[in-house]
């Protein structure tokens, strides 16, 4: 859409998705391993890493194989609860969850545009209907960790309301698709 809080809203869950991906696996570590000694750089820096596209499995299958107690239905749950939760906690401007769920990177987004909204005096107000589709597209497995990307697809319902309640932006009546 053409709303700006729906645009930044989107740039903040991809970039929390990113953070939240790609720290997932380096909280995940291996008996004896010390986290110190993992490489923090971005997955594009690192050498050998690859992105797992096998013709007979699926990405997931292919983590599975590696980790077999690894679950992807309990995975894309999460994902489905943890995209729920900080959609709620950006419109309900709720810094201290938001802090606790993303990455600094995506905090400091979220933090402009709830300073933002703040400042022209205005509330947004956000109806999460329901997650339609939640679908792995992308797995990079490097040195025992997964970096997952998921492709979510939801139906919200968002307006944007002024001081005085008039409707800045958005539709009170109109469900939104929204692709992240």
């Given at each position: 859409t053409t709303d700006p809080n729906n645009?930044?809203?989107?740039m903040a869950i991809i970039a929390f998705y990113w953070a939240l991906l790609g720290s997932w696996g380096k909280r995940q570590s291996g008996p004896g391993e010390d986290k110190t000694k993992r490489?923090?750089?971005?997955?594009d820096q690192r050498t050998g890493s690859n992105e797992i596209t096998?013709?007979?499995d699926t990405p997931l299958e292919v983590i599975r194989k590696s980790d077999p107690s690894f679950d992807p239905a309990t995975f894309l749950a999460g994902a489905k609860t943890a995209y729920e939760v900080v959609l709620l906690a950006y419109e309900s401007a709720d810094i201290r969850t938001l802090k606790r769920l993303v990455g600094p990177e995506v905090l400091d987004i979220f933090e402009q545009a709830i300073a933002g909204r703040r400042d022209r005096e205005e509330t947004l107000q956000l109806t999460f209907i329901?997650?339609?589709e939640a679908t792995v597209v992308s797995v990079l497995e490097e040195d025992a960790t997964a970096e997952i990307a998921v492709r979510f697809v939801s139906n919200v319902v968002s307006v944007t309301?002024?001081?005085?309640?008039?409707?800045?932006?958005g539709?009170?009546?109109q469900i939104i698709e929204v692709i992240d």
């Open positions: 645009q930044i809203l989107l490489d923090y750089a971005p997955t096998s013709s007979g329901g997650m339609r309301r002024s001081a005085n309640n008039a409707i800045v932006s539709d009170p009546q």
